[in-house]
């Protein structure tokens, strides 16, 4: 016989924000940061749970008492309750009533100005139904929770991760920070400073940062990297512009081919066509084609035309480092130990992540269903 679990064994009640805690076995907090205190874990779930459209409502209409949290005793804080359903919108309350934590968000200036919308505070007293234990809640969970996980948009896991570099911690604390590889917190620490430098030069940024995925995926590619100058993650330097100050004129064409600008529509249209950009532009023809105002597949077109396949370069390219490496691992035990070494293995696993990451972005970008 199935265990029957009550459709609602919680009461309603009131607790005041301050002895709310958000849930420690919550997915999106990593193994190991599960014991981190309330105020860190919002920062880090601000990102994830993307928190601020939700303190916006709150802010204008005020929390709603038909929407309580759903709380269980906190075993490990007597008096207190943790929130097994609602992390988002307690998280939305802690930015709006606790300047400390709002200050140490990813954008702490729009939480500033939503503050001062409504006032807030740690004795505000928040509607929850009160469960005995984390069993009986959930039936009631899996009514009112919202099917679907928001994802971690990278825009703000860039601006979250030079916010943190720049007080002073290392990518590898910031990458175990939010649970991400540090190859993958590098590249998004690069792509960040490229999207600073660029706005410092004038260009126009606002549409960069919008779909700050598609520069995530320019600047896996080897190609357009070579092209504008910009290093590996890895190999990005902490406070130090990674474009050369002698490719400015690349970047801001770089920016203009993949998003476009006042004067021109972008040359791709989506994710897909960042690789076909990377060869057209590695190919002096093709570059040429570009740099005359013509249409990616005007490039592609004129580059066939002499002879030059794109493909069958990137085949030879791939297959010939496939070769190499796999001859460098009868020799790799010997000298495993040298630091010349190490770096370039950490440079090879660094060049493999980003390819790894290119392909993963496009075949996303193919399977998502077409928007008119």
Known sequence: MSENIPSSSGRPGNVALRDLRLDPE???IPESHRGKPTNELAVLLEMGFEAF??????????????????????PSEAGTWIVAEGNRRLTALLGLADPGVRSQFATPDRWERLAKERSFNSSMMIPVIMHDSRDTTHAEIARVHVVGKLPWRP?????????????????????????????????????QAVLTQAASLGLQTSQVEAAFSLLTVAMGSTKIRNHVGAP??????????????DKSAELKEMIQWVFGDEEREPVVSDSRQIPQLGNVIANDVGLSVLRQGKTLEEAKQTIQAVGLDP????????????NSLSAASSDIAEFAADAQIQTLVADVESIVESLRSTIDEVLVEQMAPAVE
Do not use: C, H, W
């Open 26 to 28: 919550n997915p999106r």
């Open 155 to 191: 825009f703000m896991q860039a601006k979250y991760i030079a916010a943190r570099v720049a007080e002073g911690r290392t990518i590898q604390e910031v990458a175990d920070l939010i649970g991400i590889p540090k190859s993958k917190a590098a590249d998004l620490y690069r792509d």
């Open 311 to 322: 493909l069958e370069s990137l085949t030879r390219r791939l297959t010939a480092g496939r």
């Open 232 to 245: 590996l993650g890895s190999r990005t330097e902490v406070g130090v512009d990674p474009i050369p100050s």
């Open 53 to 74: 459209p939700v303190a916006q409502s709150i802010a204008q209409l005020g929390f709603f008492n038909a929407e309580p949290l759903i709380v269980i005793p906190n």
